[in-house]
């Protein structure tokens, strides 16, 4: 299927900045929508931003205006540029592929990557 490596994590304060990164492999050409989704302690999953191989996107509202996301469609990553980081970003992210959208779950998940955000 379809592998996915998160990398970029780590301890940053609030209002730094982190990008995290995310590369597929193995049967990508099922690959449509790319994104990130997170998950604190005690809470749901949730989606924080996704891109289609078009372009497409989509966003929490808790992060318009400081996240973006991209993607190297030809290098098969996806990038989340965090700005302004507030402590309530502190989770864990989640990279996520499939053949749909950016507005449903895909199939394929990464491993996680550590995101706090503290004094």
């Known amino acids: 299927q379809v592998q996915l490596v998160e990398s970029g994590g780590g301890l940053v304060q609030p209002g730094g900045s982190l990008r995290l990164s995310c590369a597929a492999s193995?049967?990508?050409?099922?690959?449509?929508?790319m994104g990130w989704y997170r998950q604190a302690p005690g809470k749901q999953r949730e989606l924080v931003a996704a891109i289609t191989s078009g372009g497409s996107t989509n966003y929490a509202d808790s992060v318009k205006g400081r996240f973006t996301i991209s993607r190297d469609n030809a290098k098969n990553t996806v990038y989340l540029q965090m700005n302004s980081l507030k402590p309530e970003d502190t989770a864990v992210y989640y990279c996520?592929?499939?053949?749909?959208?950016?507005?449903?779950?895909?199939?394929?998940w990464g491993q996680g990557t550590q995101v706090t955000v503290s004094s």
């Open positions: 193995g049967r990508i050409f099922s690959i449509n929508g």
């Open positions: 996520n592929a499939g053949r749909g959208g950016v507005r449903v779950a895909g199939d394929y």
